[in-house]
Every structure is written in structure tokens, then in C-alpha cells.
């Protein structure tokens, strides 16, 4: 038998039918939905008199744009985006689709919701109409995102018109340094490739640093994979991925439990397989990332300086410089911001949450900074509560918010002003993504909160535990 990939597999487990040598028809396992990529898919399905084909394999979620103001009850103040919110629901409960609704108490982040609640498993293929539907490669399932006229065809179909993607493997080997994460891991890779370096592949992680990676910094690396423009990314599940899962569907018993250990045991690239494209990286390389321009693959480390504007990318370099008002030559490094946001679908789970909190622990927040913690869903708001993360976050100076997307894209009514200069654990840092002249330096949570303790950027290494 032909040594196949692990992305190989997935795909040749869910081919209906091949439609030519480079496209496929997909059967999707799990289709995600939010408000603000559905409606048109809907109102297509209508217009010609259809109805949704699986409505138990699909999940709706509000996540984009609800807002995050400590309270009780939410309501969605702006018409335009409480009007999407009615139409989501509205279809919902015309198709029998489950939804995570605005005043939900699970409410918060679709990418954060689906794997806490055991929806996602090893060797399914999800889909979404978000980029960073890609996370879910941290449990061997093959997630991307779509477009809503592919949403309209998964209603009516459940499957896809899928163009196959090239093959790509990135070894890291060796253990991550004291200080760093999965997200400054991330950083460098897609530094180092450009953000254009994936594109048109399935990325699949491996080797000895990535193994040791904690399941919830594996949904990092695999949510920011689509920056360096992956099609998707892929981890194969390993025992700590397994009992993740297993640990969240309380359904899966007996001989089904017994068969889905056995097909997950296979979901792995065989010796040989071969891979259009390799990389290799040293996890002893990895320092402390932040991003000085508006693309994630202009990060470097937080002692180095902003690169020279030379080459092919001169004319992009000088534009993001210009934008972010930095010049050539310029130290990140003591860079003062005037906001802090932790939060979203990369890095807005508990052990985000924790990272963060142990760095503010004893210290509070610099004078005229804002800062904010928006937890990405309400198990993890919870947790973080209960274990008493919250509190140090609240007692350091941050505001503790309700979950949800919040100031990751600037869809709701956290946004920053013009010329406002952000540390934050989001995963895009382009022209106006945190609102309109906006400036976002990405980092991971660590980073962050040392940034909001001493008002600038800061090598989170150079701060002493306090308690």
C-alpha cells in the first residue's frame, strides 16, 4: 500500500467522490456557523426552496460581534449586528440547528466552544466560515475555513467542492526555553517562512517540541498556521490529545469507544509519505516574538529592532512602517502602549488565562494603560473564576469581560481609537483590524500582561515572580 500522509488520509476517508485529480467532493463532519458569514448562505438555501440536509452536524455560534461589558444580560446595541444575530436564530430554529446564542451561559469564541464541549474528535473534517477554523488540527481533525457560498452548498449537502492542498511538514524539535510559548513558537515559523510561506498547503507539525506541547498551546500553533496562509494544520492526535477529547464527550462508550481508539490509533503519516514541502525548525531557537508591522510575519524577537525596509518588500515595508509609525532601526523593546488585550481564539483559553495572571500576580497595571481580559468562552470564564485567576487579573487592574471575539477584530463595540498602540494575544495585526488606525503588536499572553504592568513592551523574562 502507498505510504500516505496523515492529511492524505483524512482526505481519502471523506472523498464521496472524485471529481478530477485536484478536486475532491468532501463529506464534513461537523459545519460551524456564526452570524456574520450564514446569512447570505441561508438566504440562498430558501430562495430555492431548500432545506438543510444533516442539521445535527451543524452548531451555530454569535461570537463576532456580542459585546463583552461585565453584566448580567448582553444586548446587542448596534442594529445592523443585532439584526444578524435574530436572522442566525431565526434560521437556527426554522432547521433544528443547535446555537450558542448571545446570553447563552456556554456563549463565547465558535474555535473555544466546539473543542471544550467534545464536538471536535481526531479524524474529522470540520469546517467553518472563519479562516481560523485551521485550530482544530491540534486534535488530528481537518478544520478551514469557507466561503458562504460553500456555507449555502454544506446546508443543502453536507459536503464540498474541495481542491486538494499540497503537503507540508514542519519539524521542531528539541524543548521551548523557560519564558516562551507555543505562540512565540508560532511567531518565528511564520517569520521565518513569510506569511505567504504555507500557502496552498496542509501543514503538518511534528517532532519532539511540538509532542511536548499542552494540548490548548497546540490550538495556538495550529489557529495561526492560516497566517503563513495554510489551508490547514495538523497535528496527529497522541495520548495527550486523546484523553483531551475523551475527557469532553462523555458519549463516546463502550464498542464505540473501542472502534474510535482503533481508527485514531491509524490517524498518523506513514514512514515515507512523501511531502511536497519540508521545513525544521529548533525549539531552542524561540525567544520572546512580537510583531512591529501590520502582516504576523513581521515579528521579531522582543531584544531585536525593526528590520531594514530592503528587497522585493521594500515599497510593503515602508507602507507598515508608516502605519505602525515606527522607522528602521527602531527597539521594540520599552515600545510604550497605551492598551492590553487578552483574549481570542488563539490565546483566550484557561491556560492563557493562567499564564498571564502568574506574570501580574502581586504587581498592577501602569498608570493610563488600558488593560482587558475577555476569557473565550463561559467554561473558561468560569474556570478562571474558580481557581482564582480572575482575581489576580481583577486585582492587578484589568478589566475581566464577558466572553467573546471582543477586540480581535473590531466587529463589536470594543475597538480601540485612532493611533492607539496595542499589546495583544489576537492573531492579525493588520491596518485597522483592532479598529480604524489602530496599532496592534502581537505577542503571546505572557508578554502581554508584562506589557500592561510596566506600560511598554517588555521581555517577560526580565521580570522576577513576585509571589
Avoid at 438555501?45 to 444533516?54: I, S
Wanted: charged share 20%.
Amino acid at each position: 500500500m502507498t505510504a500516505r500522509t496523515l492529511y492524505r488520509k483524512l482526505v481519502d476517508s471523506h472523498t464521496v467522490v472524485e471529481l478530477d485529480p485536484d478536486n475532491v467532493l468532501l463529506f464534513c463532519d461537523l459545519h460551524l456557523m456564526n452570524e456574520y458569514t450564514s446569512p447570505q448562505a441561508f438566504a440562498g438555501l430558501h430562495d430555492q426552496g431548500r432545506e438543510v440536509l444533516m442539521p445535527g452536524q451543524n452548531v451555530a455560534v454569535v461570537s463576532h460581534i456580542i459585546p463583552t461589558h461585565p453584566g448580567a444580560f448582553r444586548v446587542i446595541q448596534d442594529p445592523a449586528s443585532a439584526l444578524q444575530a435574530s436572522n442566525l436564530k431565526r434560521n437556527c430554529d426554522r432547521h433544528g440547528i443547535a446555537l450558542f446564542d448571545t446570553n447563552d451561559t456556554l456563549q463565547g469564541i465558535e474555535h473555544i466552544i466546539a473543542p471544550e464541549h467534545g464536538m471536535i474528535r481526531p479524524g474529522m473534517v470540520v469546517i467553518c466560515g472563519d479562516s481560523h477554523t485551521t485550530t482544530y488540527g491540534a486534535l488530528g481533525a481537518l478544520g478551514f475555513g469557507i466561503g458562504t457560498s460553500e456555507v449555502e452548498h454544506v446546508l443543502a449537502t453536507q459536503t464540498l467542492v474541495y481542491r486538494l492542498a499540497r503537503d507540508m511538514r514542519i519539524r521542531i524539535d528539541g524543548r521551548l526555553p523557560v519564558g516562551t510559548t507555543s505562540k512565540d513558537l508560532v511567531l518565528m515559523v511564520i517569520g521565518r517562512i513569510g506569511a505567504q510561506g504555507a500557502r496552498g498547503c496542509v501543514v503538518e507539525f511534528c517532532g519532539s517540541a511540538i509532542e511536548a506541547l499542552s494540548v490548548e498551546a497546540r490550538f495556538t500553533l495550529c489557529n495561526m498556521a492560516v497566517e503563513a496562509g495554510a489551508r490547514g494544520a495538523l497535528i496527529a492526535p497522541d495520548a495527550a490529545a486523546i484523553d483531551y477529547v475523551l475527557a469532553r464527550a462523555p458519549d463516546i462508550t463502550g464498542e464505540q469507544r473501542t472502534a474510535a481508539l482503533a481508527h485514531w490509533a491509524t490517524l498518523f503519516t506513514d514512514d515515507g509519505a512523501p511531502f511536497d514541502i519540508e521545513h525544521r525548525f529548533d525549539a531552542a531557537d524561540v525567544v520572546p516574538y512580537v510583531t512591529w508591522g501590520t502582516s504576523p510575519d513581521q515579528a521579531v524577537p522582543v531584544t531585536g529592532r525593526v528590520p531594514a525596509a530592503n528587497g522585493e518588500q521594500r515599497t510593503s515595508l515602508l507602507q507598515a512602517m508608516r502605519y505602525t509609525g515606527l522607522a528602521e532601526g527602531t527597539p521594540l523593546e520599552g515600545l510604550p502602549v497605551q492598551h492590553v488585550f487578552i483574549g481570542s481564539c488563539t490565546n483566550a483559553r484557561i491556560e492563557d488565562l493562567r499564564a498571564a495572571a502568574a506574570v501580574v500576580k502581586g504587581r498592577h497595571v501602569a498608570p493610563g494603560l488600558r488593560a482587558m481580559v475577555v476569557p473565550g468562552s463561559g467554561a473558561v470564564k468560569r474556570q478562571a473564576e474558580s481557581e482564582g485567576v480572575a482575581q489576580v487579573l481583577i486585582d492587578a487592574g484589568f478589566e475581566w469581560r464577558q466572553p467573546g471575539c471582543s477586540m480581535c477584530l473590531a466587529m463589536n463595540d470594543d475597538v480601540l481609537a485612532p493611533g492607539q498602540r496595542c499589546a495583544s494575544t489576537t492573531n492579525r495585526n493588520f491596518e485597522g483590524r483592532q479598529g480604524r488606525g489602530a496599532i496592534t503588536h502581537l505577542m503571546s499572553p505572557a508578554m502581554a500582561a508584562a506589557a500592561a504592568v510596566t506600560g511598554h513592551i517588555t521581555d517577560v523574562r526580565q521580570l522576577e515572580p513576585l509571589a
